[in-house]
């Protein structure tokens, strides 16, 4: 498996402004995704973080409102913007270290008030 | 449309118990079916499931792939305090790496 830290591991935010959550895995990966679990709920994919391109979002999620960087294999963030109170949850990176095996990083718990 | 269905959503035993989860799912060139624990924040990974009818086990917890039915069940033997969590099952979706979660399992097991 792989060591996938994240930060920070919780936050407590404005309504209308933006957070940065990092991701750092301790190998490098090819494929990392960013997934969303809102209260009471399962996960729900995101994004696929992809190295030196855009990232991949699924229907539902868009550039604009959750803006992803993954500038090499061992790091990428994830950006929530304009938040709002919807928005809190608890947001999960994960990388797949064998073929279809993913693990998680330990989350980010958000609350927007 | 992929999707994957758990039951039971919850689940209420005692210490000692045997617990089954279900999970069935649909999925379009069907790959694998991971298991997952997640009892704060982080899933955290139990098994993945290629072949049907090969039980991987690890400690008291040991799960099976039927392929045909399509199903996989996950056993959980003399259950503990410690085994309440929510157990989620996934699988990679046709035609890239994404996974499709299920609602998950809520297991508590009381004293």
């Known amino acids: 498996s792989a060591v996938i830290s994240q930060k920070p591991s919780r936050d407590i935010c404005q309504r209308g402004t933006s957070l940065t959550i990092q991701c750092q895995v301790d190998s490098q990966v090819t494929m990392m995704f960013w997934y969303r679990q809102q209260p009471g709920q399962s996960l729900t994919l995101i994004a696929t973080?992809?190295?030196?391109?855009?990232?991949?979002?699924e229907s539902g999620f868009v550039i604009d409102k959750f803006p992803i960087s993954r500038p090499n294999l061992t790091f990428s963030t994830l950006t929530v913007s304009n938040m709002s109170p919807e928005d809190s949850s608890i947001y999960l990176c994960s990388v797949e270290v064998f073929y279809n095996e993913q693990f998680f990083g330990p989350g980010t718990r958000l609350t927007v008030l | 449309e992929d999707k994957v269905v758990q039951s039971p959503l919850s689940l209420v035993v005692h210490e000692g118990d045997t617990v089954t989860l279900n999970c069935s799912y649909e999925?379009?060139?069907?790959?694998?079916l991971l298991w997952y624990k997640q009892e704060k924040k982080a899933p955290t990974f139990l098994f993945m499931l290629t072949s049907s009818g090969i039980e991987k086990k690890s400690g008291r917890l040991s799960s099976i792939l039927d392929k045909k039915e399509p199903f996989s069940i996950l056993n959980i033997t003399a259950t503990q305090t410690g085994d309440s969590a929510i157990y989620l099952c996934?699988?990679?979706?046709?035609?890239?790496?994404?996974?499709?979660f299920g609602a998950g399992t809520r297991l508590t097991v009381k004293p």
């Open positions: 973080a992809n190295q030196g391109s855009e990232a991949t979002y």
């Open positions: 996934a699988a990679p979706q046709a035609n890239n790496n994404d996974m499709r």
């Open positions: 999925v379009t060139n069907f790959r694998s």
